[in-house]
C-alpha cells in the first residue's frame, strides 16, 4: 500500500508543479499564436469595442455557461440569500468566474449539477467551462483540455473522533471508506483499496453522514470542504496526514483552443493582479 501511496503522491507532485495548461498538444509557435489572436480579442471585449474574432468557440452567444456542483464549499455552495452577483450561488469558484466572464465580456451562466455529470456537460458541449474545484490529471486531459492552475487542493481524510483510523496507513483497515463519486478522492480510493471498500455518494454532505451514521469509517475529500464539514459537524475530524496534494483548474472541451487561450490570458490577469487570492482569501482564512 505504502507503495502506492509514495507514488500517488509523487504523481500528485509533479501535477501541482506543472501548470496545467502547459500540457497542450499544440506546438509551442502555435500556441503562441492563438494566445496572442485571443489576447487582441479579450483587451477588445474587456473594452467592450467589438465583438469576438470567433477564434473562441461558445454554445451560445455572448454567454460564458458554468458547470459546477454547488455542494463544495467554500468553492461553491447555493447561497441563503441572492448570492454573487444575484446568481443565487456563492464560492470561490463563482465569484472567479464572475470576474472571468466579465473580462471576456461575456454573460455568466451557472449549470448546478452533480460532480460527473458536470465532468459530462463540458465533453457533450452541454457548457463552455466547468469550475468546480476540478483537479488536473493526466486522465481526465485526455478528455478535456485544461486552463492553467488557479488554486491547489488536498485530498484529506475524516474520520469519527474515536476511530482507529489514525493515519493514511490505517485507510487500508476501511471496511468502507466515503467519497464523491467520480472525484479524485473516489479514484485514487478504488485504486489504493479496491472498488469494493469505496463508497461513492453524489455530494459530500452525504458521504459525511453516512460517516456520522457509521456507514462509512472514513471519508477522503478535498481538503476545503473539508474544513467546512467538520466545522459544521461536532464529533468528526481532519486527519493530520495528507493524501495527495492537487492542483484546481478550470476545464473546457477538448480543442476549443480559442476559449483555453482566452480562459488563460484572463486568469492569468487576474491571478498576476491578485484578484484570485483576494476572493480565496475571502473564503478561506489564511
Ligand atoms: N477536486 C476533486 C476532483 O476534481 C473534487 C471536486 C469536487 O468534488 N467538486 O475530483
Known amino acids: ?12 507532485m509533479i501535477f501541482s508543479m506543472t501548470a496545467c495548461g502547459a500540457k497542450t498538444e499544440a506546438p509551442a509557435e502555435e500556441k503562441k499564436e492563438t494566445v496572442e489572436e485571443n489576447t487582441e480579442a479579450v483587451e477588445e471585449n474587456v473594452e467592450g469595442t467589438e465583438e469576438m474574432d470567433g477564434a473562441m468557440v461558445l454554445i451560445s ?17 447555493v447561497s441563503d440569500g441572492e448570492g454573487v452577483d444575484g446568481t443565487g450561488f456563492e464560492g470561490i469558484d463563482i465569484e472567479i468566474a464572475m470576474v472571468l466572464a466579465e473580462k471576456l465580456g461575456l454573460e455568466l451562466q451557472i449549470d448546478d449539477m452533480d460532480f460527473d455529470a458536470a465532468l459530462m456537460a463540458v465533453q457533450e458541449g452541454k457548457c463552455d467551462v466547468v469550475l468546480a474545484g476540478l483537479t488536473y490529471t493526466e486522465e481526465r486531459d485526455q478528455i478535456m483540455d485544461f486552463s492553467d492552475s488557479y488554486a491547489q487542493g488536498v485530498q484529506v481524510i475524516i474520520v469519527n473522533e474515536d476511530s482507529a483510523i489514525k493515519s493514511v496507513d490505517d485507510l487500508a483497515n476501511a471496511d468502507q471508506i466515503g467519497t464523491q463519486r467520480g472525484t479524485t478522492g473516489y479514484i485514487y480510493c478504488c485504486d489504493d483499496y479496491g472498488d469494493d471498500h469505496v ?14 451514521n457509521g456507514q462509512v469509517d472514513a471519508v477522503v475529500i478535498d481538503k476545503a470542504p473539508a474544513l467546512e464539514y467538520v466545522g459544521a459537524n461536532e464529533g468528526l475530524v481532519i486527519l493530520d496526514t495528507e493524501y495527495v496534494v492537487e492542483d484546481y483548474c478550470v476545464a473546457m472541451a477538448e480543442g476549443n483552443r480559442g476559449l483555453q487561450a482566452a480562459i488563460n490570458v484572463a486568469l492569468n490577469e487576474l491571478i498576476e493582479d491578485g484578484t484570485v487570492d483576494a476572493i480565496i482569501e475571502k473564503y478561506i482564512k489564511a
Open 1 to 12: 500500500m505504502k507503495k502506492v501511496l509514495a507514488m500517488l503522491l509523487a504523481a500528485g
Open 61 to 77: 452567444e455572448g454567454k460564458l455557461v458554468m458547470a459546477t456542483n454547488a455542494q463544495f464549499p467554500p468553492y461553491e455552495l
Open 199 to 212: 463508497a461513492a455518494y453524489d455530494n459530500g454532505a452525504s458521504a459525511v453522514q453516512a460517516l456520522k
